[in-house]
């Protein structure tokens, strides 16, 4: 087909297009075209590869869990530090092999590593395999990208997305009783060490009432954890505020419980703690990324907040909600971090008692303010903070776990453990794994657990009962 004689825009042309072409390959193959998506990141990357995973699937592609065999790789990347970057070159280093075995398959890298220009040049100059970039802004570009590569144009790396947001792009979720819903793209805050306002752009919420739509369809065929999604998802603003949203969400129906990630300090009115506290539908669970301990450092890190503004929200929080899981991010390292910050950092977290944390080793990510900064810490002084910090952390997490002890708590199953197939995993409101044998469940049905061994990452039970809803068993 000429491509150049005619004129397309819509993704939903392009969809048609390289449907039409997959009819031919299925008919003189006898089988559908395969496409097989990865993913690295964020729960941002996941819900943009259910929408990778959604047009392949309108294209035409049946999805599959092996690369070798398929026709369509797609690699969805992240960026946030130097480790996710390496691994997924790395991974896409071995799908040479596959293009070499079979030339006819096509391989795109999207994701936030293909905003940047200098991973463009590297994609473009040192994996010469690699057909086409789609950075995230451009998602919805990608049947315009596969077309154009099956139609034979020379590889393109797209950059420059256009930071509208595109509605009604085909989903094909992962799970039929969890989620994802992203409220917002983008980021303004521009934390100095941090790479994502760099590669997903400028902060942009979807209207109220499309999210509204897509929650109450939702719970409507039976999902019941619904995660709002954005960088800040508390700087969420359209055509109303992101508590507002939350009531309006509230307002919707059902059995369900309405998770949001992640919020940032410096947006959280009191407002916001009572919308949660006064709304039952709203998890019991806030991820509140706090990074550091000291102030400086806050400062130096372009947060916006101090960590006295920050025990206060928890103080809120918790007079109205003593029991609400709280989780957090921390950074380890940041340049210019002496002894006494880092100090600063266990005393909170001794202060804080969060329920779980996330802790990271500071990485320096290009044309970000923090690369330039001086005093960059030494591997060995990060390393070892961050062991200090995590074996802190996990005595606490477990003693807050050894409060459930005798406790009966719900759980939303999530089917066989990973580690140990005799076993159900289930998860709480506040997302703690729940462990606990039983004979035969169903993945999305809730269950009361009574909590007889408490670790830090993990609890362990005995099933009371169980309840099933209608996941074809009521
Ligand atoms: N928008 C969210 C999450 C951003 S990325 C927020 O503001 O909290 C998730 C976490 O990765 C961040 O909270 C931070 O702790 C960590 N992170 C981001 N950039 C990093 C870097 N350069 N090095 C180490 N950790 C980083
Ligand atoms: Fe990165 Fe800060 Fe934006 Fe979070 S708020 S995505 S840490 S710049
Ligand atoms: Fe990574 Fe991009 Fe998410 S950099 S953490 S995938 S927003």
């Given at each position: 087909?000429?491509?150049?004689?005619?004129?397309?825009?819509?993704?939903?042309?392009?969809?048609?297009?390289?449907?039409?072409?997959n009819r031919e390959y299925e008919a003189s193959?006898?089988?559908?075209?395969?496409?097989?998506?990865?993913?690295?990141?964020?729960?941002?990357?996941?819900?943009?590869?259910?929408?990778?995973?959604?047009?392949?699937?309108?294209?035409?592609?049946?999805?599959?869990?092996?690369?070798?065999?398929?026709?369509?790789?797609?690699?969805?990347?992240?960026?946030?530090?130097?480790?996710?970057?390496?691994?997924?070159?790395?991974?896409?280093?071995?799908?040479?092999?596959?293009?070499?075995?079979?030339?006819?398959?096509?391989?795109?890298?999207?994701?936030?590593?293909?905003?940047?220009?200098?991973?463009?040049?590297?994609?473009?100059?040192?994996?010469?395999?690699?057909?086409?970039?789609?950075?995230?802004?451009?998602?919805?570009?990608?049947?315009?990208?596969?077309?154009?590569?099956?139609?034979?144009e020379k590889r393109t790396f797209w950059v420059?997305?256009?930071?509208?947001?595109?509605?009604?792009?085909?989903?094909?979720?992962?799970?039929?009783?969890?989620?994802?819903?992203?409220?917002?793209?983008?980021?303004?805050?521009?934390?100095?060490?941090?790479?994502?306002?760099?590669?997903?752009?400028?902060?942009?919420?979807?209207?109220?009432?499309?999210?509204?739509?897509?929650?109450?369809?939702?719970?409507?065929?039976?999902?019941?954890?619904?995660?709002?999604?954005?960088?800040?998802?508390?700087?969420?603003?359209?055509?109303?505020?992101?508590?507002?949203?939350?009531?309006?969400?509230?307002?919707?129906?059902?059995?369900?419980?309405?998770?949001?990630?992640?919020?940032?300090?410096?947006?959280?009115?009191?407002?916001?703690?009572?919308?949660?506290?006064?709304?039952?539908?709203?998890?019991?669970?806030?991820?509140?990324?706090?990074?550091?301990?000291?102030?400086?450092?806050?400062?130096?890190?372009?947060?916006?907040?101090?960590?006295?503004?920050?025990?206060?929200?928890?103080?809120k929080l918790r007079a109205l909600l003593p029991?609400?899981?709280?989780?957090?991010?921390?950074?380890?390292?940041?340049?210019?971090?002496?002894?006494?910050?880092?100090?600063?950092?266990?005393?909170?977290?001794?202060?804080?008692?969060?329920?779980?944390?996330?802790?990271?080793?500071?990485?320096?990510?290009?044309?970000?303010?923090?690369?330039?900064?001086?005093?960059?810490?030494?591997?060995?002084?990060?390393?070892?903070?961050?062991?200090?910090?995590?074996?802190?952390?996990?005595?606490?997490?477990?003693?807050?776990?050894?409060?459930?002890?005798?406790?009966?708590?719900?759980?939303?199953?999530?089917?066989?453990?990973?580690?140990?197939?005799?076993?159900?995993?289930?998860?709480?409101?506040?997302?703690?794994?729940?462990?606990?044998?039983?004979?035969?469940?169903?993945?999305?049905?809730?269950?009361?657990?009574?909590?007889?061994?408490?670790?830090?990452?993990?609890?362990?039970?005995?099933?009371?009962?169980?309840?099933?809803?209608?996941?074809?068993?009521?």
């Amino acid at each position: 087909m000429a491509f150049n004689n005619q004129h397309f825009t819509d993704m939903s042309d392009y969809i048609n297009l390289v449907r039409e072409r997959n009819r031919e390959y299925e008919a003189s193959c006898g089988r559908p075209p395969l496409a097989y998506v990865l993913t690295f990141g964020c729960q941002q990357n996941e819900a943009d590869s259910e929408r990778i995973a959604g047009m392949a699937q309108s294209m035409g592609y049946k999805l599959t869990g092996s690369a070798e065999e398929s026709d369509l790789i797609v690699i969805n990347t992240c960026a946030v530090r130097d480790h996710a970057e390496k691994k997924a070159l790395s991974i896409i280093g071995q799908f040479k092999h596959v293009k070499n075995a079979r030339p006819g398959v096509l391989i795109g890298v999207c994701g936030c590593m293909t905003a940047q220009q200098h991973r463009i040049d590297e994609l473009k100059n040192s994996y010469p395999y690699v057909d086409f970039t789609l950075e995230p802004a451009l998602l919805h570009r990608l049947p315009e990208a596969v077309f154009r590569a099956l139609s034979g144009e020379k590889r393109t790396f797209w950059v420059g997305g256009e930071e509208k947001i595109i509605e009604d792009v085909p989903v094909r979720r992962e799970s039929s009783y969890k989620a994802w819903v992203s409220i917002m793209y983008g980021c303004n805050n521009f934390c100095s060490y941090c790479i994502v306002p760099h590669v997903r752009g400028r902060e942009r919420s979807r209207d109220s009432s499309q999210i509204y739509r897509e929650v109450r369809a939702l719970v409507e065929s039976g999902y019941k954890d619904i995660t709002l999604l954005g960088q800040n998802v508390n700087s969420y603003k359209s055509d109303c505020d992101f508590s507002a949203l939350l009531k309006k969400l509230c307002s919707i129906d059902g059995d369900f419980k309405l998770h949001f990630m992640t919020s940032h300090p410096k947006d959280v009115p009191d407002s916001l703690i009572s919308t949660i506290a006064e709304n039952e539908k709203i998890a019991r669970h806030f991820h509140l990324p706090l990074q550091s301990g000291s102030d400086r450092i806050l400062a130096a890190m372009n947060r916006r907040y101090t960590t006295r503004h920050y025990m206060s929200i928890l103080e809120k929080l918790r007079a109205l909600l003593p029991d609400i899981v709280v989780t957090t991010d921390i950074i380890v390292g940041f340049p210019g971090e002496t002894d006494e910050d880092f100090e600063g950092t266990l005393d909170i977290i001794r202060r804080a008692r969060f329920d779980m944390i996330f802790s990271f080793i500071y990485s320096k990510r290009k044309s970000t303010p923090a690369e330039r900064m001086e005093n960059q810490i030494p591997p060995a002084v990060k390393s070892e903070r961050y062991e200090r910090l995590t074996a802190l952390q996990n005595s606490i997490s477990k003693e807050k776990n050894r409060q459930l002890l005798d406790k009966t708590v719900k759980v939303l199953v999530e089917g066989e453990s990973k580690n140990n197939p005799d076993v159900y995993a289930g998860r709480t409101e506040g997302g703690k794994i729940v462990h606990f044998k039983a004979e035969s469940i169903l993945p999305g049905s809730y269950a009361y657990i009574k909590i007889n061994r408490a670790e830090a990452f993990a609890l362990y039970g005995e099933l009371q009962n169980k309840i099933l809803y209608n996941l074809g068993e009521n």
